[in-house]
Every structure is written in C-alpha cells, then in structure tokens.
C-alpha cells in the first residue's frame, strides 16, 4: 500500500531534496521539520535538543525519516566542530524517537540516518549489517547516533541507514572534481583501499524500498559491487579527459585534514555489502561506481 503522508526532518540537504521531490511526484504528502517559522501548511517548526516535540504531530504518518546532521566534509574537525557533528546527529535523533517513544505502538516507523563509517577501517574483511562496529570518531558517532533511534522502544519500528559516501557532484564528488580538472589528482594513499559508493539515485529508492517494505534494523546503503579509491578517482579523471597521476602520501593527507578526518575519510579501507536490500529485492540503478559516477556527471 502506498504510504500517504511522510515526515522528513533534514529535508534541505541532498537526500532530503531528493527524497521529498521523489515522495511528492507520486502524490505522498510530504511533511517537513524546520528550525524556523512554519512558511507553508506543510511544515512544522521544531527545536531539537531544546524542546520537546509535540507526540501529535507525527500521528497517523506512515514513517519518520531523520535526515539530520552537519556536514562530515567540513574541515578540519576541531574540538568544536566534534561536538557539532554530535549534537547536530544525537538531539535531533532523540527529539524524534522521545516523541515516537509516546505513540507506542501507533507511531510511525523511524528511518534514522546513519553512515558506513560505523565499520570504520577493516582491511580484508567483508563486512554486512551483523558486523559489528569499528573504532575511530567516526565509527563512534554512528554508534551513538543509532543508540539513540533506538531509544524508540521497541514497540516504534526502526531501520538504520547506514549510507556510504554519494558519488555525486554536491557530495564525495564536490572536492574531487576541481582537483581533477587542475590536474591534480592521483592516488590518495596507496589507492587500493576499498571506498563504499552509492549513487543518489538508489539512495532515494532504497529509503522509499524500506519504507514500502518495513524493513527494520539496520541497512547497509551501498552499491552492489565494491570500488578502491584509486578506481573510482581514475574513473572521474577518464570522464573529464583529465591525467590521474599525482599521488597523495598518507602523511601529506593526515598532515593537510588532520589524522583522524584523514583516517576515516579517505584512507579507511572497508568492503561493505549490502545484504539487507539484497535479500529484500532491491533492484539497484547503479551497479557499479563507473555507472553511478556516469550519471552524476550527466546531471
């Protein structure tokens, strides 16, 4: 059954636009959680971490989905900037699941943001959604963030988007392409780190996919065959007619970001399968990192 309303908190970021643009072309109302003065009959003001959100507003929606969270690409990551990648993740997370944690078993199901970096750096494994955590500040913040959807209860459905990074031009793909067509990029590392990839596309699908299927639990967002740094980077230069060869040292990257974004970002090596979405008959757009890449720049 289609669902008929939708709430979205995040809903100005990438996945957010691109998701409430998917909802709203098939006729599904979209509501949308904003830090401002209500402007349309479809949005709700709230302030999370600060005030509690009104149980009603959510009744009756066929799922929440909890998009929040500052930008990871933001460097470097001062003492400061930490805490505003958690608390922009966490009092968001725990405004809604408090909120959904009082409709019992009425509520809608949450579908709460997380990221791949909860694996952290795991050369040589293959890793799917019973794997457990890694270490590093990223792998810690996800570890958090889903803790507290989880906060729910068990009565309120919750499934985890555990989605790795976006070959598209606003996300992985915004930093790398200046660099590509200055002729400046190459290897980061050694190169052969495995990078999981999805496209923005099957990002959108996969979400309404766990919603029209219930799915719960969490969800490995990432495409079906994985791609090392390097083959992704060589792709980008190929498709922009620009050379691919100055590589950079793992010590010139953690001296420009900082050891740990450099660790986490872009030398973290991890083989992520996505077996949930497998298993529950998702069809994918993008099969592989060339295919997503290909439409990106086509956009």
């Known amino acids: 059954m289609t669902p008929t309303r939708i709430i979205i908190s995040g809903a100005s970021g990438l996945i957010g636009t691109a998701l409430r643009t998917s909802l709203q072309a098939d006729g599904i109302q979209v509501t949308t959680l904003v830090r401002r003065p209500p402007r349309t009959s479809n949005e709700i003001s709230w302030d999370p971490g600060h005030t509690p959100l009104n149980p009603d507003v959510l009744a009756g929606a066929e799922a929440v989905v909890n998009l929040n969270g500052a930008s990871i690409g933001k460097l470097p990551w001062t003492a400061k900037y930490r805490e505003i990648l958690r608390s922009s993740r966490l009092d968001p997370t725990r405004t809604l699941a408090d909120a959904l944690h009082h409709l019992g078993p009425d509520a809608p199901m949450l579908i709460s943001a997380s990221a791949t970096g909860i694996y952290g750096n795991r050369p040589g494994e293959t890793l799917t959604e019973t794997s457990p955590p890694g270490d590093g500040f990223l792998a810690q913040l996800c570890t958090d963030w889903e803790a507290e959807a989880l906060t729910a209860g068990p ?89 691919y060869l100055l590589p950079a040292p793992r010590w010139a990257l953690r001296r420009a970001i900082g050891r740990e974004a450099a660790n986490s970002l872009l030398l973290a090596d991890a083989k992520i399968i996505p077996e949930v979405l497998t298993r529950t008959g998702f069809q994918f757009t993008a099969h592989t990192a060339r295919q997503a890449i290909d439409t990106a720049l086509q956009q």
């Open 155 to 243: 009565e309120v459905k919750v499934a985890l988007l555990r989605t790795a990074s976006l070959l598209h031009p606003e996300a992985v793909l915004k930093p790398l392409i200046p660099l590509t067509r200055f002729g400046v990029s190459g290897p980061l590392g050694n190169g052969r780190q495995i990078w999981p990839w999805f496209s923005l596309e099957d990002e959108v699908s996969a979400i309404r996919h766990i919603i029209d299927n219930h799915i719960t639990g969490p969800v490995n967002l990432t495409g079906p065959t994985p791609a090392s740094a390097q083959a992704i980077g060589h792709h980008l230069a190929k498709r922009l007619h620009r050379p």
